[in-house]
């Protein structure tokens, strides 16, 4: 008997590579995207520019095989170069870990989207249609209705096997919800951010390059991850209203002001600032949670069934998992009849506890950039953290690691070890003797004695 047909709503990172997953496992695949072919067109306009690409979005693309297309756009970034506010202070390196391979790589979505649209287009069995919009699912009738851009003609697939991989305002999701077949809860941060363009100097860049770069001013941030031709993209991370808020910078004057006061490092490397802030998009931010993200047929994926916040760096990388993960339980049910169903239900209840771990990560990490890397405590924790992993290897892994570079630790249980992990460093911490000057960067030996009591008990 021959295989249904899967369609994908969405040809954005995660439907392009899932496309490419199951073509490779002999499943025919139809991908509708509302925009044009983003080989011939970039109709990126608003979305982030770049991305955090860390193991779990490696480890999926291994598994597509597509690793030696996209290793060219990897820019690695060794930590987080610091830019504090106090006026004359030396941006300083946090690493991200303390092995030479724990690095993320800064990537360009545009790039990357080409590279996986072209290689599910080399597949036979996968058919592209762009300018095409999945507008309503049926899950009881199994029917796809579609809207062609070009003319606005109305169709209608039948007995349609269908994953949306629409994104954060997924229309699938939304039809699934008016119709009572699923709960959705948007919980928008009060956050808005705008990207800017700090352009390369003499050809060469304007800031260290290996870097991810944090200007943290407690309530509020300006990062800026490296691009391919020696540019920075900065994002400003800012509350919608307030003081300040993106409310307040309502003139080209109160942009330079405060951009002048807060990120004047900043300030000084784009020569159109004003022209550019109000010029780009203000874009929104925010957490969805879907329940269930199966119903019969139909399968939420990637942002459309848990859309999180961006500061820790991980929606693409948790959306590429979610196609590692349905791409193995393929595997798993073999080459012939599958129940589509049940497989979407396998994954909803596989996957639903790390995605709302990953959710609350991602949240807390933004506490921790724009304000903790500030603090003497959390600096000498972070210190204190790595101490412990070279000398518990494997028992004790600092969170941001377990997320960005062990994919084998699912997102659930670095949360859980965590929590636990980061009851001992304050345990630690109470026992660090109060006239301590400074930021000790290393466990005395009564805490050691301590930490390995604790370590034996807890981890």
């Not at 392009?16 to 509708?32: D, K, Y």
């Not at 290689?119 to 029917?143: H, I, M, N, W, Y």
């Not at 700090?198 to 870097?211: F, T």
């Not at 006061?261 to 004003?274: C, S, V």
Request: hydrophobic share 45%; net charge neutral.
């Amino acid at each position: 008997m021959p295989q249904p047909t899967v369609n994908i709503a969405g040809g954005g990172l995660a439907g392009a590579l899932l496309a490419v997953m199951l073509a490779r496992r002999g499943i025919p695949v139809t991908v509708f995207e509302r925009r044009p072919d983003p080989r011939v067109q970039d109709s990126d306009s608003g979305r982030s520019i770049n991305l955090a690409l860390a193991a779990r979005g490696i480890r999926a693309l291994q598994q597509a095989g597509l690793m030696t297309q996209i290793r060219p756009l990897m820019l690695p970034m060794r930590g987080r170069m610091i830019h504090e506010p106090q006026a004359g202070a030396a941006p300083h390196l946090l690493p991200y870990g303390q092995r030479q391979g724990e690095v993320i790589y800064s990537i360009g979505r545009g790039a990357l989207n080409r590279v996986l649209i072209g290689a599910a287009a080399k597949l036979s069995s996968v058919q592209l249609r762009f300018e095409t919009t999945c507008t309503e699912v049926d899950p009881v009738r199994g029917t796809l209705t579609l809207l062609n851009a070009r003319t606005g003609a109305h169709t209608t697939v039948e007995d349609a096997v269908t994953i949306a991989a629409d994104g954060a305002g997924s229309l699938l999701r939304g039809g699934l919800a008016r119709a009572g077949q699923i709960a959705v809860t948007e919980l928008p941060l009060e956050h808005d951010y705008k990207e800017l363009l700090i352009p390369a100097r003499n050809g060469e860049y304007a800031l260290r390059p290996d870097a991810l770069h944090v200007w943290p001013r407690h309530g509020f941030m300006l990062i800026a991850l490296p691009n391919p031709d020696r540019s920075f993209t900065a994002t400003l991370f800012l509350p919608h209203t307030g003081a300040p808020g993106f409310n307040t910078l309502d003139s080209d004057s109160a942009v330079q002001e405060f951009f002048n006061r807060e990120f004047g490092t900043a300030a000084a490397l784009i020569p159109d600032l004003t022209g550019q802030f109000r010029n780009h998009p203000q874009g929104h931010l925010g957490t969805v949670h879907a329940h269930p993200w199966a119903c019969g047929p139909v399968l939420l994926l990637g942002d459309a069934a848990h859309a999180i916040v961006p500061f820790h760096g991980q929606g693409m990388n948790a959306a590429f998992e979610d196609c590692a993960i349905l791409d193995t339980m393929l595997q798993a049910s073999g080459a012939g009849e599958r129940d589509w169903a049940a497989i979407f239900a396998q994954f909803n209840r596989a996957r639903r506890e790390d995605a709302q771990a990953i959710a609350e990560m991602a949240l807390e990490n933004y506490a921790e950039m724009r304000s903790g890397v500030l603090d003497a405590r959390f600096l000498r924790q972070k210190s204190w953290a790595l101490q412990l992993e070279r000398l518990y290897p494997g028992r004790f892994i600092p969170r941001y690691a377990m997320v960005m570079f062990h994919p084998e630790i699912s997102y659930a249980e670095a949360l859980r070890r965590g929590r636990v992990q980061q009851q001992i460093l304050d345990g630690l911490d109470a026992q660090r003797q109060a006239d301590a000057a400074g930021v000790p960067r290393e466990l005395n030996s009564a805490q050691l004695v301590r930490a390995a009591q604790l370590i034996a008990a807890r981890l």
